[in-house]
């Protein structure tokens, strides 16, 4: 990176974690360089990836900052690093094998601009397959609330997705960043810590495209309900308004978390034993 760069601080940091992701990878960089919006780095943080993705994502230009971390972390972790890199005001988050729509930063950078209090900006998304066929929208599937939604969010499935989402970075000082004792569920574990604290809005379009493929970590629901149900409990622990409030609505979404598994191991056994070995 030149010195001519070296003291500017874009609006957003994009943050981009990579471990083999060559297959998606220029598709997912250029969606950025796409964007309306024009005021962003991307931190791209290389999980020691042994493919070409190294090569792919050095041969940007300096609005691209390329990390290599010196061994392979967790994902969570490797977030977090990330992050302690960025220089935006914004942080905004791409898996490598995801695509923003062009006016995505545009739209929530606006919204932002519009409400100075608002922390946690994110919207809607067509979630596709591995050839980019469209399967159905995140929304239609899981509603989201907008405004206080801690207590949504604790007893739902997280309505959430990272790809959409923008965060003012000074939440991350008064909150903390991902917390690696989660595999599966990190990122709806630290939705709920910045929800508890902070009002939240969204745009209401579909202005990302998450790709579901056999390599998604978001597959092992047997780690995520157990995580789910972990989180539950910590939060009707530590708050005791959140216990009077919850109590009977914590009871049904734990009951329809193990209904879900049972099913899930009837069909699947071996794969879903997991649930109690992790």
Not at 9 to 35: R, T, W
Not at 261 to 276: C, G, L, T
Request: glycine share 4%; net charge neutral.
């Amino acid at each position: 990176m030149s010195e001519s760069i070296d003291h500017y601080s874009p609006a957003v940091s994009v943050i981009m974690n990579c471990y083999n992701c060559s297959k998606y990878l220029k598709e997912a960089i250029d969606s950025v360089y796409a964007q309306t919006y024009t005021d962003w780095e991307i931190i791209f943080w290389d999980n020691v990836s042994t493919d070409g993705s190294a090569g792919i994502a050095q041969s940007y230009d300096s609005k691209l900052r390329y990390f290599c971390g010196d061994k392979n972390v967790p994902l969570g972790n490797a977030r977090n690093l990330a992050i302690n890199k960025a220089k935006g005001q914004y942080i905004a988050f791409l898996d490598c094998d995801d695509i923003w729509l062009p006016s995505k930063m545009e739209k929530q950078i606006a919204l932002f601009e519009s409400n100075p209090d608002l922390k946690l900006v994110f919207c809607d998304c067509n979630i596709v397959n591995f050839q980019h066929d469209f399967l159905y929208r995140a929304f239609s599937v899981q509603p989201p609330s907008r405004g206080f939604v801690f207590n949504e969010l604790l007893l739902s499935n997280n309505f959430i997705p990272l790809v959409t989402v923008v965060v003012k970075n000074s939440v991350f000082n008064a909150v903390g960043t991902f917390n690696n004792e989660y595999k599966i569920a990190e990122e709806y574990e630290l939705f709920l810590r910045i929800a508890y604290k902070y009002h939240l809005d969204y745009v209401d379009e579909a202005l990302a495209e998450y790709r579901v493929h056999d390599n998604n970590w978001s597959h092992r629901q047997d780690i995520g309900i157990k995580e789910q149900l972990n989180l539950i409990d910590f939060w009707l622990t530590k708050d005791i308004s959140v216990k009077n409030g919850l109590r009977k609505k914590r009871v049904k979404r734990k009951m329809a978390l193990y209904i879900y598994y049972i099913v899930k191991y009837m069909k699947f056994p071996k794969k879903w034993s997991a649930f109690y070995k992790t």
